[in-house]
């Protein structure tokens, strides 16, 4: 198929004019039907988004097929509460198009493929609300130069936060509460320079939050709350507060619940 395989998000998923979306019911039941390879790939080498917003009806419990890795052309995978049980299998991070990976509010366990990181055009990455996802976070997720939100609230990721998470230069929401991260906050993230939101609240944080962070000039909203944070708080932070350059100054920040007295009485909301 010709043309541009550009896909934009709102409520719902829309494709360009001219390309292809497929239900991901009747995914399941091509791979269902053991059809050739060559057929079944045929039946679906124009596909560029699968969506579950497209079924009539809910799904019964069902695996993520492994051969959904040899859909090429596909650039958007949302499956966000379709009754997805199992692992993620790493084969999807064969579809060298994908832009746009959802696969939120599911039942989906194991570890996240450190395959994923191969998929240098994704723009979003949410797995949030799996609950029995576990594995560390893959350091290979530092690649995707072009990914601008990262979510995977609601799971039971482990830490550490990899340092390469400091390159996604691109990054505009990193959304990693309610998550068992049981570490350190590292003071890469204090290079994000897009960032806007930056969720690390409920996820067992432990030591001080970095100066680093102070860096983040894009940033609007910062939540570090409930965790075992200590130590003081960045002496930058006090300085956006007390700015009164609007670019300057972040809108809300909460340090609240954490293990150091300063940083439970700060208090910031512009």
Not at 191 to 211: M, Y
Request: one cysteine or more; a neutral charge.
């Amino acid at each position: 198929m010709s043309g541009s395989k550009q896909v934009t998000h709102d409520a719902t998923i829309k494709v360009q004019e001219g390309a292809v979306q497929l239900p991901f019911e009747l995914i399941i039941m091509i791979f269902s039907w053991l059809l050739p390879q060559a057929i079944a790939l045929t039946c679906m080498q124009d596909v560029q988004a699968i969506d579950s917003e497209l079924l009539n009806r809910p799904m019964s419990y069902v695996h993520i097929p492994a051969a959904l890795g040899l859909v090429k052309n596909v650039a958007s995978l949302g499956l966000a509460g379709s009754r997805l049980i199992g692992p993620i299998p790493k084969e999807i991070g064969q579809l060298d198009s994908l832009t746009y990976l959802n696969l939120a509010y599911n039942d989906l366990k194991g570890p996240i493929p450190a395959e994923l990181g191969n998929l240098i055009y994704l723009s979003t990455i949410d797995l949030g609300n799996n609950q029995t996802l576990s594995s560390a976070l893959p350091p290979e997720f530092g690649r995707l130069v072009n990914l601008r939100e990262l979510k995977l609230p609601y799971t039971s990721v482990k830490g550490p936060i990899p340092a390469e998470y400091g390159q996604l230069k691109n990054l505009t929401f990193m959304d990693l509460s309610h998550t068992k991260l049981n570490c350190k906050i590292p003071p890469e993230l204090g290079q994000l320079k897009s960032l806007v939101h930056l969720h690390l609240n409920n996820s067992g944080l432990i030591g001080e939050i970095p100066p680093e962070l102070s860096n983040l000039d894009a940033l609007a909203y910062m939540y570090v709350q409930e965790n075992r944070l200590e130590g003081s708080v960045p002496k930058g932070f006090h300085e956006r507060k007390a700015s009164e350059r609007p670019y300057f100054s972040w809108t809300l920040v909460m340090l609240q619940g954490n293990r150091s007295s300063e940083l439970n009485s700060f208090q910031w909301k512009a």
